[in-house]
């Protein structure tokens, strides 16, 4: 890699691949691009789904590549909704709802020829700039043109004549194909991560699940009478996601981590959202605040080990779900928690049970770590050799 920090050439990004030189050239999105986007057939026409040409929403547009859909529909779908059949190849982005965690940013290219719904829109190129490229370029920008150039108070857009306007610059063809050769071999990195991950996870439920069935003969206690429930008292209003001295992690209904002024407890705990779709538990130990709406599940008697709780519940979010009660925002009562019940061995058992699943647990992690540094290097790639 060639560094061009020093240079005083412009319009040339920081790093470059050294064979290359000269000024990238700069175009609109417009000149490059003919943009599309898509349709949703009548859901109450189930004829209309049942086809086999693919149709992609926006949440799917996580991967580099898209084969497969979700959902299909068919010829008759296609024609009388007038949306294209796109080419293999084809440059996409989410469009709508860019609020929602997860979406701001998303991209793809298919590879099978397929259709798009209207939260999508497809980039056809007509110019110099390939969908590759496109591709990299708008991973390096699009978090930041969904924040700045997307419209709407409840629901966040992106619309046609804003992304025609956007100026890209782009290197000649045979640097932007170096360039995709570059990138794909990360992204297949990182795709081989997400599969020992995911395998890594697969194990572990395998695994439990034979842990539970050789226990099943261990004695099923209510869990209220090994261990006492609580709710808690912090003010989410006071609680900051950023970490301040003499702060204290704050648990509330989200997956991030809060800090809070003061902390409520000062224990080994399994802690709940009470509210949600899921219910799925957290084990801390130290000292901590919690929300109102939030359970922690505190001072264990001898029989059980909380860190063995805490595995046990893991397998419980079913349970919890049929519990909850509301249907707008699910929520679990406290007494659901002192009725649920648990599979309680012998110490020395559950101590065993704890190093087998705290092993695979421990590994996921480490992989986990490997894949946000992998990850974090791309993005950093990708800021300095995309303009």
């Known amino acids: 890699m060639a560094n061009n920090n020093k240079n005083k050439i412009l319009n040339v990004p920081n790093l470059r691949f050294p064979e290359f030189t000269g000024e990238w050239k700069k175009s609109r999105i417009g ?5 599309y986007s898509g349709n949703t057939p009548s859901r109450l ?38 949306l294209k059949l796109l080419p293999i190849g084809t440059f996409i982005i989410a469009i709508y709802g860019l609020e929602a965690d997860g979406v701001r940013g998303t991209c793809s290219i298919i590879t099978k020829e397929s259709t798009i719904s209207q939260a999508c829109m497809a980039f056809l190129t007509k110019g110099n700039v390939e969908n590759e490229f496109l591709y990299s ?79 099943r003969e261990a004695p099923s206690i209510f869990l209220g009478s090994i261990a006492y429930i609580t709710n808690g008292n912090g003010d989410v209003q006071d609680a900051n996601l950023t970490k301040q001295e003499g702060w204290y992690p704050f648990f509330d209904r989200s997956e991030e981590i809060k800090w809070f002024p003061s902390y409520s407890f000062d224990k080994e705990a399994i802690i709940y959202a009470g509210e949600g ?26 029989r059980a080990l909380p860190r063995y709780c ?78």
């Open 31 to 35: 000149e490059q691009f003919e943009l």
């Open 45 to 82: 026409d189930k004829k209309q789904f049942e086809g086999c040409i693919n149709w992609i929403t926006s949440g799917e547009l996580k991967e580099h590549y898209i084969t497969h859909t979700k959902e299909t529909i068919s010829e008759e779908a296609t024609n009388s909704n007038n």
């Open 137 to 215: 370029w708008y991973k390096k920008h699009g978090q930041v043109i969904g924040i700045k150039y997307a419209q709407g108070t409840k629901q966040q857009n992106l619309s046609y004549d804003i992304l025609l306007g956007f100026e890209i610059a782009y290197p000649p063809k045979i640097e932007q194909a170096k360039l995709k050769h570059f990138v794909s071999l990360i992204d297949e990195r990182i795709s081989t991560q997400n599969k020992i991950i995911e395998d890594l996870k697969k194990l572990k439920s395998t695994i439990v699940e034979k842990i539970l069935f050789s226990i």
């Open 277 to 302: 779709q899921s219910f799925s538990p957290r084990y801390y130990k130290g000292k901590f605040a919690l929300h109102q709406r939030c359970y922690a599940i505190i001072d264990f008697d001898k």
């Open 310 to 387: 805490y595995h046990y519940m893991n397998t419980m979010n079913s349970y919890f779900v049929k519990k909850a009660v509301g249907s707008t925002v699910p929520s679990l009562r406290m007494d659901t928690f002192e009725k649920a019940k648990i599979r309680i061995p012998s110490l020395v058992e559950q101590k065993r049970i704890c190093t087998i699943i705290d092993s695979l647990c421990f590994k996921i992690e480490l992989e986990c770590g490997l894949l946000f540094q992998i990850e974090s290097l791309k993005s950093y790639l990708l800021q300095q050799m995309f303009i």
